[in-house]
Structures are given as C-alpha cells and as structure tokens.
C-alpha cells in the first residue's frame, strides 16, 4: 500500500473518526433497541414525558428530506416553487452553513440530536446548534398578525396523549425547509403531532400547507430514539472559526436517487459495499466527481472521498465534523484500493 507523507500513523479505521474528528460524540444517531420495549413515562399532571435526549434513528432514510414519505421523493410544487426550488439550487448558499436558524419543518428532518424540556405551561425544544423553541401550553392563541421568524408563532395543546404544534408567521427569506433546499413561503403553516410510543421513542407527523408553494397539503413523519439517561447537547459555537463560509457554493450540491444529499458513484459503491454494517454505523464513504466537494454532507460525521484512485488517480480522504464546520479538518487520509485497505489507512500528521 503507497502511504502518504512524511510521517505515517497506522490506525484501524475503526479509530479513525474518535481519534479525528475532535468533537465527535459517536451517537448522534442510534440503532433500534433490542427487547421489549417500556412503558411511556408520564408527569405528574398525565401527559406523557417527552423530557429527555432524542437521536435519530437509522432507519430513517432519506434523513433531511421533507418528501421522505412521498412516491419518488416528489413535492407537489405549484410552479412558483418549483421556481424558489431552482433559485434555492442556484443562487442561494445553505442557510444552516452562514449560521442562520434552520426552522421548521427542517429541524424535524435534520439528522442531528436535540432536547425536550417539558412543563405544565411549556415546551422548550433545544437543538444541536445551541437553537431553541418554545412552544407555549396555556391555552393562548395565535397572534393576528404575528412578526415573522424562522420557527413561526408556535402555540401548543394536547389532544389526549398528543402534543400538537400549530405554527404560523415564518420568515420567507434566506430559509429553506430541508437539507435538499425544498423553499417555503410566508404562508407556510406546520402543524406537527407529537407522541411517545413508549419510553424509547418519540414520534412526529408534520403536516405542511403551503399553498403559494404547493399545490396540496403532505405529511412528514419521523421517529427518534432516547438517549442515555442524563444525556446532555453540548455547547456549540456556529461562527467560530467557520472556515467553510466564504467557499460555500449554491444549492446542496447533487441529490442521489435514494433522497439524500450526495455523489453517486458507482465504482465507489462497490467498494463501500465491502465494508461491514459495524463499519458502515461509524463512517460514511463518499466522492466527487469534479474532484472537490462543494459542501460537506449535512449529518452524522462522515469519511468523505474527494475522488476516487481507480478513476482518477491519487486520491485524498479528509475526516469532516459538520458541527465542527471544518476547523478540526484532517487530510487527507489515504488513497486505497479495496475497504480492508483502509484498516492500514496512511495518515499525514
């Protein structure tokens, strides 16, 4: 095997993404429990206790998509969306890589961990780049002209053992309603349907109308799974050193045929297929045709290949937090020729 670089570290692979991708907490998504499933845990007034630490799950695919559920993957655009969708795709930089609130519905898509702190009166939802919601449970109802934000006036009831979201009053500027820059409008209204199934899941149906952009209402439904108990989000800080931001281009680059965001190569895909599940849970292989990455992959920390040595010479592999947004950057890793290369993996450091 060529080994790159002066000075050479031999690591398994499976060491790879702890040793660095600093920041890593290695289970920002979950595999499904095993065994019986326990019961929902409720307060002391009866509702059921969505306090905790919630994860993605992986088997949710595609992870960022608000058509996940939808044949094909398809939103019913009118055709002003489908124009803001080209406009989103070709002028317009990822809002969440400037550092600006991502909102709803895209948090419910997002593949990162987020918090609930639940009162009687109160909802807070605490998401991985240190946003926030409050969803108020009083009784109040929707201001008459309520002043636009990324979230929407959020107001929240519970109907039996479900917490409902009613939101109205979005901002329609600099904002997209998933990873793939699906747009919404200022008439966009999100009502979201929360329950928890049993103490290690919480689900949500995400009704979205938006009749200036689609010409009929859909759903997007999502499940995550708790985290360990006492399990806490850590601070982030979006803008400190954020090299990334003057290099962003437009759109979230190609959009694979499974819904995610990413290049389809089919000679790397044969390769990743050698890689064991375990493996797979830990690590992501991607490439680039054109040789450079314009935007990194928007969830789960991930081995991204800048193009491939079977077709197109040396290759460089870089280790990418995207919460880390590109400070903590190793590269490049390796050029190899098969998976169990890389358990040899050449470092430069």
């Keep these: 095997m060529r080994l790159i670089g002066m000075r050479v570290l031999i690591v398994p692979v499976l ?6 991708c600093q920041g890593t907490s290695g289970d920002l998504v979950a595999n499904e429990p095993s065994g019986a499933h326990r019961p929902t845990p409720r307060t002391a007034d009866g509702h059921p206790d969505f306090n905790g630490f919630w994860k993605g799950s992986r088997d949710t695919k595609p992870v960022g998509n608000i058509g996940k559920d939808l044949p094909g993957f398809k939103l019913p655009l009118t055709p002003a969306g489908e124009a803001a969708l080209q ?3 070709t002028a317009t930089p990822d809002p969440e890589g400037l550092c600006i609130i991502g909102g709803i519905p895209r948090h419910n898509a997002s593949g990162l961990p987020f918090m609930i702190v639940q009162t009687p009166k109160l909802a807070a939802f605490l998401y ?4 926030y919601r409050l969803i108020p449970l009083d009784g109040r109802k929707h201001s008459e002209d309520p002043d636009p934000s990324f979230f929407g006036e959020e107001i929240g009831h519970w109907e039996g053992d479900t917490l409902v979201i009613d939101s109205i009053g ?6 997209w309603a998933d990873e793939n820059a699906h747009p919404h409008s ?8 929360w329950t928890r199934p049993d103490a290690d899941h919480v689900h949500v149906e995400t009704l979205i109308e938006d009749p200036e952009f689609y010409t009929k209402p859909f759903t997007y439904s999502r499940t995550w799974l708790a985290g360990a108990p006492g399990q806490l989000l850590s601070e982030y800080a979006c803008s400190e050193n954020n090299v990334d931001r003057d290099h962003l281009g437009f759109g979230p680059g190609p959009i694979r045929p499974d819904g995610t965001r990413g290049y389809a190569d089919p000679t790397l895909d044969a390769l990743v297929a050698e890689i064991p599940e375990s493996i797979k849970n830990i690590a ?30 040396a290759a460089s592999f870089r280790c990418r937090s995207r919460y880390a947004r590109g400070q903590r950057t190793i590269q490049p890793l390796a050029a190899f020729q098969s998976f169990w290369e890389l358990l040899g993996l050449g470092l430069r450091v």
Excluded: C, M, W
């Excluded at 060491?15 to 660095?20: K, M, R």
């Excluded at 991985?128 to 946003?131: E, S, V």
């Design 15 to 20: 060491g790879v993404l702890p040793l660095f």
């Design 87 to 89: 406009h989103n795709l």
């Design 128 to 131: 991985f780049y240190t946003y």
């Design 170 to 175: 979005f901002k329609d500027t600099q904002v």
């Design 186 to 193: 200022d008439a966009l209204h999100v009502v979201e349907r």
């Design 284 to 313: 992501r292989v991607e490439a680039s045709p054109s040789g450079s990455i314009r935007r990194e992959p928007s969830y789960e920390e991930r081995v991204v290949g800048h193009s491939h040595p079977k077709l197109r010479g």
